[in-house]
């Protein structure tokens, strides 16, 4: 990837709507239980209509159980789950089997998540809404896959996953979702398997779509750089746990918790003339190794004594965002 300046990338301001709304999906507590302990804790979310609110974090911090959590499907291995979901003003519990009307997800593995033994054009009718007419369906799902940038959508009705690109069938990922008319999509790191030029395409369309229809996006990504192209507000992730939240403006430039700083500054940028990158020190502690103080503890320079015995709580600083640190920057 060519070294830029990414951390104001133009297009944030293009996607800013003229105001803020209320939220169309709410979670509060969410908490996903597997064998060895709670992989995410909790975990509160707002996403608003218009806007991408991106998840950011190392691989093992939870953002995948986050997802499936909120569309009631939680993989083998995962023992439950339990939180609060507000979404369009109705509220409940979260739902342990299938996803709240209105939301949909396009998964981390999206050629895994196709079925084989099914054309991409049946598996896009049948996630249509039960409304769209029989005699309409199949020209609709035509018309989704010439939305997502295929050529030759009729004939591309009739593919099998196995045909068709890694590309190709992670724009078949977000057609099926996109088919269900969602108000809210979860994408779960949707172009990380991808090269640049196909990511950026299928980033432009998701957020053409977002600004047609009013779309509110949760985007999960490790990936700074596409942070800061798409994202209105980030929530960052670690080890199971929201550590800082707020507008991706303020992120960038000021970031509170010391792991969201190593993020940011895990991002190459013009301006930096150093020779290498920076990196946070350590890995992820396993489930069964987490500290009982501060979750990061062991690979931050501000520990102190008290990180060390107690867990910092999220909380409100200033007039926007939220940090769980002792010592914030
Ligand atoms: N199916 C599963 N069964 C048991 N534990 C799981 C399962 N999926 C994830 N976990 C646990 O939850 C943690 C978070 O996983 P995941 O949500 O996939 O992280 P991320 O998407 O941030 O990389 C993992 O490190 C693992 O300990
Ligand atoms: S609470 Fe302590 S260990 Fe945790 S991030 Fe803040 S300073 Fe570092
Ligand atoms: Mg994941």
Do not use: W
């Amino acid at each position: 990837m060519p070294v830029a300046e990414l951390a104001f990338a133009p297009g944030i301001d293009a996607y800013e709507p003229s105001h803020r709304g209320e939220p169309i999906l709410e979670v509060r507590n969410l908490a996903v239980a597997v064998d060895d302990g709670l992989a995410v804790e909790n975990v509160d979310l707002s996403l608003e209509a218009g806007r991408t609110h991106c998840l950011v974090g190392e691989s093992g911090c939870g953002k995948s159980l986050t997802c499936l959590a909120l569309m009631g499907l939680l993989p083998p291995g995962a023992r439950g789950v339990s939180g609060n979901l507000r979404m369009k003003g109705r509220s409940g519990a979260i739902p342990e089997k299938g996803p709240p009307e209105g939301l949909a997800m396009i998964y981390q593995d999206a050629t895994a998540s196709l079925d084989p033994l099914m054309t991409v054009g049946r598996q896009i009718v049948e996630a249509l809404p039960a409304d769209v007419p029989r005699r309409a369906r199949r020209a609709e799902a035509e018309d989704l896959i010439a939305q997502v940038g295929i050529p030759h959508a009729r004939a591309r009705f009739e593919s099998y996953p196995h045909e068709l690109s890694g590309g190709m069938n992670q724009r078949i990922a977000i057609a099926i979702a996109l088919a269900a008319r969602p108000s809210v999509l979860l994408a779960d790191e949707p172009t990380t398997a991808l090269d640049v030029t196909v990511q950026a395409r299928i980033l432009d369309l998701m957020l053409e779509f977002q600004q047609s229809t009013g779309l509110a996006i949760l985007f999960v990504t490790h990936d700074l750089g596409v942070v800061a192209q798409i994202a209105h507000d980030v929530s960052v992730m670690y080890c199971g746990e929201i550590v800082e939240s707020g507008p991706v403006t303020d992120l960038f430039a000021a970031p509170r918790h010391p792991y969201s700083r190593g993020l940011v500054e895990c991002l190459p940028r013009l301006s930096r003339q150093t020779e290498r990158l920076e990196s946070i020190a350590g890995i992820v502690p396993p489930l069964q190794a987490r500290p009982t103080g501060c979750r990061f503890a062991s690979r931050c320079t501000r520990a102190d004594d008290l990180c060390s015995t107690q867990r910092p709580c999220l909380e409100r600083r200033g007039n926007t965002g939220a940090v769980a640190c002792f010592n914030p920057l």
